[in-house]
């Protein structure tokens, strides 16, 4: 059993974490942050967190259903090996990663997280007017699926900037790209996880349960809310937790 301390704080952060993720991303900025500070050391903090928020990946899927349809079914199946190969090798990755080492990893790691979430709408329209080079994609998919699977922050837009550097002009079809090679990476990461005994389970399914609670609540949230204001939020949490990171290295 939790104390009711860290389960308040556990379940808090997840909900909120399904909130940002509903609205703008950035969701593992709260999630990560929250193992932690509750004891959970960092390797098995970040295994955590991807389990908690996986379950926004297969609502966010299912709502570009019809982009994706639009798209030859042998390219999806292609590039969702990929994904899933670069998301399993970055999950064995982290398992083999010594604990001090990573830990010294995360205030960087969290870092360039939040300057990807902050750069993300500037660096997509700088990519657009840019060349088509895609016969970076699939070895560029692989390294972004890779770092999914090692260390979750940031991988949206990582994704949305290699597809459009790539070509893809339809930004809702970069979204339903993104959104199901993010699925299918983070639940094969996770199912890694799962198999090497790393998942805190305790705080890991309460986490899920509020994370999908908040991703309901942000889903109604974002037609009301300024999408500039949660950014900013996102953005701040961000900063905040990085420099909290560093100050503990």
Do not use: H
Not at 5 to 12: P, V
Not at 127 to 143: E, I, N
Not at 160 to 180: F, P, S, T
């Amino acid at each position: 059993m939790l104390p009711p301390d860290q389960a308040a704080l556990l379940a808090g952060a997840a909900f909120a974490a399904g909130v940002l993720n509903a609205i703008a991303g950035g969701g593992s900025f709260l999630t990560f942050p929250a193992l932690v500070f509750c004891g959970v050391p960092p390797i098995a903090a970040n295994a955590t967190s991807a389990l908690a928020v996986s379950p926004g990946y297969l609502g966010s899927t299912l709502g570009f259903r019809a982009e994706l349809g639009t798209m030859p079914r042998r390219q999806l199946w292609r590039e969702g090996l990929i994904a899933s190969a670069g998301g399993v090798a970055g999950a064995l990755l982290l398992l083999v990663t010594p604990g001090r080492l990573f830990a010294g990893l995360v205030p960087w790691l969290l870092l360039f997280a939040t300057a990807m979430f902050a750069l993300g709408p500037w660096l997509l329209k700088r990519l657009a007017q840019g060349q088509d080079l895609a016969r970076w994609r699939t070895p560029g998919l692989l390294l972004v699926a890779v770092y999914g699977g090692y260390f979750n922050g940031g991988l949206g837009i990582l994704l949305m900037a290699l597809y459009v550097l790539c070509g893809e002009a339809d930004l809702q079809r970069v979204n339903a790209l993104k959104n199901l090679n993010s699925l299918v990476l983070s639940w094969l990461s996770v199912a890694a996880f799962v198999v090497a005994g790393v998942i805190a389970w305790a705080p890991g399914l309460l986490m899920m349960a509020a994370a999908t609670l908040g991703g309901f609540a942000g889903a109604r949230l974002a037609r009301r809310l300024p999408a500039v204001w949660v950014r900013r939020l996102v953005i701040a949490t961000g900063l905040a937790m990085t420099a909290l990171f560093f100050a503990r290295s």
